[in-house]
């Protein structure tokens, strides 16, 4: 079973379009992580989420920690062709030193 | 300049071929993490050290072990590589093991299975 279920898993867009991906699960996790990987590289982190309800801003980038801290989501506004990745939510089980859990991933591609 | 770096980028072998991929650090973290990641599918975690405490995930093959012989350098070996075992292998370090901390990852190696 999937602990994070990640949605739309492939996503195809025009330039300049918005769009928002999903992270949900059924169990609460105490901080969530999202990351960006290109093709052959190892995936980079974007954002730490902590508290239920919290928003972040990274430029074009808003992420959302759902009120109980079971999901998260990611939108995009104005995406560029730089955009493009497989951007995965990870998330903590508890505040101890469990390692984090990865989704599978929302593979975004965004067309010039 | 490249923090965790890994070699080779890109690996060949033959199948049962024993192989052995590494992972180096300079940012002197106390967490290396090994991941297998598939095509369209998660990182799988395989397992971490902290420090000199090795950490395997319960459904590791036993096919697959890991070596850290300092702070700096892990290695991961496959004794009897198969097919199922070609796969983006990718390496991680963190400060610390909880769940907050940011991870650091290589740009992976490549595993192919011939």
């Known amino acids: 079973t999937q602990l994070l279920e990640q949605s739309p898993q492939f996503l195809s867009i025009q330039e300049g379009e918005n769009l928002t991906v999903y992270c949900n699960s059924s169990?609460?996790?105490?901080?969530l992580q999202w990351y960006r990987q290109e093709p052959g590289e190892g995936p980079v982190l974007l954002v730490t989420?902590?508290?239920?309800?919290e928003v972040k801003k990274l430029k074009r980038l808003t992420f959302q920690f759902g009120d109980a801290r079971k999901d998260s989501s990611l939108h995009i506004t104005a995406a560029q062709p730089g955009d493009t990745g497989l951007y995965l939510c990870?998330?903590?089980?508890?505040?101890?030193?469990?390692?984090?859990?990865f989704g599978k991933g929302t593979r975004l591609s965004v067309i010039a | 300049d490249a923090m965790v770096i890994q070699n080779p980028r890109y690996q060949v072998t033959q199948f049962g071929k024993p192989v052995t991929l590494s992972c180096s650090q300079t940012?002197?973290?106390?967490?290396m993490y090994w991941y297998q990641q598939k095509s369209s599918q998660a990182p799988k975690l395989l397992f971490h050290?902290?420090?000199?405490?090795?950490?395997n995930e319960a459904d590791t093959p036993d096919n697959f072990q890991s070596r850290r012989p300092n702070t700096s350098f892990c290695f991961l070996d496959i004794r009897s590589p198969g097919l199922g075992d070609a796969a983006m292998y990718l390496c991680?370090?963190?400060?610390?093991?909880?769940?907050?901390?940011?991870?650091?990852f290589g740009s992976g190696t490549q595993l192919s299975v011939l």
């Open positions: 991680a370090t963190s400060r610390s093991r909880g769940g907050i901390g940011k991870l650091f």
């Open positions: 169990s609460v996790f105490s901080s």
């Open positions: 989420v902590v508290t239920g309800g």
């Open positions: 990870a998330g903590a089980r508890t505040s101890g030193n469990t390692p984090l859990v």
């Open positions: 940012l002197n973290h106390n967490v």
């Open positions: 050290y902290y420090d000199k405490d090795f950490n």
